[in-house]
T-cell receptor, first 114, second 114 residues
């Protein structure tokens, strides 16, 4: 493991459900990210938090709602999702938002929307 | 914005042979180029990176080359082994690897044939 954990690892939910994905990093980093990984497509950056403040929102639909209560924890709240939202959701962290380089990824949550 | 193209999408090589994966980028301001390896059921892990002030970097059997003029960079794996089988992603950044700079390629599925 890379020091970034994600729960749950697998999630199946209906379109009317509300669920949350959790990410925790044990690396003392200050920046955390949510990515969406779909088959045959590049990783898509969804949200960025730097020192607990959201700094990026790459036109993500409002049915995805992030929360960062502290620099070690990141949540992604899900509601009224669509089948096309089925994907692997990856959390990552880095020392800072700018200029350091390496992002450490968690194992991901495999989400299936039925 | 940045656009990263990665080829091939699938690469099959005999164990012991070399493998080369190529990426091109569009933004001449990009200055950081990491390569990630993703094994089944895991998140991407950084294996090597290069910054725009060098043309080549090696780490044991792995090397990365960068041609800034042509805006392309490549991953070279020599003496391939079965454990090298994975999906490899290239990325480019204009902020040293910070969150809003990492644009990923679509990935290359590397298969090592015994």
């Amino acid at each position: 493991e890379t020091g970034v954990t994600q729960t749950p690892r697998h999630l199946v939910m209906g379109m009317t459900n509300k669920k949350s994905l959790k990410c925790e990093q044990h690396l003392g980093h200050n920046a955390m990210y949510w990515y969406k990984q779909s088959a045959k497509k590049p990783l898509e950056l969804m949200f960025v938090y730097n020192f607990k403040e959201q700094t990026e929102n790459n036109s993500v639909p409002s049915r995805f709602s992030p929360e960062c209560p502290n620099s070690s924890h990141l949540f992604l709240h899900l509601h009224t999702l669509q089948p096309e939202d089925s994907a692997l959701y990856l959390c990552a962290s880095s020392q800072e938002r700018q200029g350091v380089g390496e992002q450490y990824f968690g194992p991901g949550t495999r989400l299936t929307v039925t | 914005g940045e656009n990263v193209e990665q080829h091939p999408s699938t690469l099959s090589v005999q164990e012991g042979d070399s493998a080369v994966i190529k990426c091109t980028y569009s933004d001449s301001a990009s200055n950081y180029f990491p390569w990630y390896k993703q094994e089944l059921g895991k998140g991407p892990q950084l294996i090597i990176d290069i910054r725009s002030n060098v043309g080549e970097k090696k780490d044991q059997r792995i090397a990365v080359t960068l041609n800034k003029t042509a805006k392309h960079f490549s991953l070279h794996i020599t003496e391939t082994q079965p454990e090298d089988s994975a999906v490899y992603f290239c990325a480019a950044s204009d902020s040293g690897g910070g969150a809003d700079g990492l644009t990923f390629g679509k990935g290359t599925h590397l298969i090592i044939q015994p």
